[in-house]
């Protein structure tokens, strides 16, 4: 995955994709479908990836010609993402976690 330059998601519905955020560890921009639930709470827009209508076939190949076209802005989305997919480290989820069951009673 670190010889790739950006990852495509393409699919029609996902949970919590974490390909996403592997494709993220290593420094790549993920172009992606808003399909319910998934991509959005992983891809900040215009940071770190790209999030087009849901299957706006013609949208999505535009946003991947971009990237393709415009390197340095490819780049500087991989190093942002990077960044940003360290806020779902394990030391931050488990952090998440028990904040919301110290918030809980039972």
Known sequence: MQAYSMYLMTSHTECFPM???????????????????????IITP??????????????FVEKVLFLIRNAEIRKQMGTQAKHN???????????????NLEKTTI
Do not use: K
């Open 19 to 41: 390909v996403l955020l592997e494709a993220q560890s290593v420094g790549i921009p993920n172009v992606s479908y808003n399909c319910p639930t998934g991509p959005a709470h």
């Open 46 to 59: 215009d940071q770190d990836g790209i999030l087009v209508s849901n299957q706006n076939q013609e949208a």
């Open 85 to 99: 997919v360290q806020r779902f480290s394990q030391q931050n989820v488990m952090r998440m976690w028990q904040e």
